[in-house]
């Protein structure tokens, strides 16, 4: 990321985030930085206050983020192997989708396969696909 290229982020850049987070990156101030509309950085002043305040909290908030990263890793072994579980027995492999902040998984079932699409149906009502 180039902090001297900030006006030249494009609109997925934005969406993202990520010139909020050049510009907490070159901000010279906690004050600057605390002007900075964004939740993520909010909460990383925060922790980083907290630490500087209190160094004892450091080795507990490593532990926490260590244990998380834990957690993260043993799910995605788990979506991998579960996926090779899937395309083992001829099922197709799982949709995923994160745009909502939840994580949400479709598996199909071997009927699913079955079905022709062009019987599918989008209804207004919950915008649930129907045959």
Do not use: Y
């Amino acid at each position: 990321m180039d902090l001297t290229q900030i006006g030249s982020a494009n609109e997925d850049h934005k969406k993202q985030g990520l010139v909020e987070w050049a510009m907490a990156f070159k901000a010279d101030s906690w004050e600057e930085v605390g002007k900075i509309n964004n939740h993520s950085i909010k909460e990383a002043v925060k922790t980083m206050q907290l630490i500087v305040s209190n160094p004892s909290e450091k080795e507990k908030i490593r532990m926490r983020e260590d244990a998380r990263r834990d957690e993260i890793t043993t799910f995605g072994e788990g979506v991998d192997r579960k996926c090779r579980e899937l395309e083992d027995i001829g099922l197709p492999a799982p949709i995923f989708n994160n745009s909502t902040f939840i994580f949400k998984t479709t598996v199909m079932s071997a009927s699913f396969q079955e079905q022709l699409m062009e019987d599918a149906s989008i209804q207004r009502k919950n915008a649930l696909i129907e045959n």
